[in-house]
């Protein structure tokens, strides 16, 4: 499966203005709002467990409510945050990068492709990268990022999920 359009379509801006400024290193904290790294976006979500739901996008804030097992949330909006990037070095060549280049991981986009960077440019990617030998790159440190999603449920209000470390819930029309 590919990547959701919202995360091709931020990553190849970002391609786009890297390749024109390859030499501009970016840095985290990176926030992506309405990114929703997954096939599943805005629409009906069902908790599959006991779900908090949060004041604010950030796991420090205050827990609006709490939703039960069965529960309908309506999802609205998203963002990710990458909090770290990944970084992978080469092991050997591997078009377009040489023999010892370092590429960051800026953002897991969902379905198994990552935006990269490197002074060779960036774009969207598939792994490349193993832990053994033969592979053509090693993973040094993987990227590290929070999925959150905003929704609604009646009189409760609105609040935030982080969906990066729950998966007690599960969008209603998805697999």
């Not at 786009?16 to 976006?41: I, L, M």
């Not at 490349?128 to 053509?136: L, N, Q, V």
């Amino acid at each position: 499966m590919s990547p959701p359009t919202s995360c091709v379509i931020l990553a190849t801006v970002i391609a786009t203005f890297v390749d024109a400024a390859a030499q501009t290193r970016p840095h985290p904290p990176v926030v992506c709002q309405n990114c929703w790294p997954s096939e599943c976006g805005q629409g009906a979500w069902t908790a599959t467990g006991r779900v908090a739901v949060h004041a604010a996008p950030a796991d420090t804030s205050a827990v609006a409510f709490a939703v039960a097992p069965g529960d309908t949330l309506l999802a609205d909006s998203s963002l990710v945050r990458v909090t770290q990037f990944g970084l992978i070095v080469l092991q050997r060549a591997y078009e377009p990068f040489a023999l010892g280049d370092s590429v960051l991981l800026t953002q897991a986009l969902g379905e198994g492709s990552y935006s990269t960077w490197s002074r060779r440019g960036g774009g969207v990617r598939r792994p490349f990268w193993g832990p053994g030998a033969d592979a053509p790159a090693r993973l040094v440190r993987p990227v590290a990022q929070e999925w959150w999603v905003h929704v609604q449920r009646g009189r409760a209000g609105g609040g935030w999920v982080l969906m990066t470390e729950s998966p007690l819930a599960r969008h209603i029309d998805c697999p």
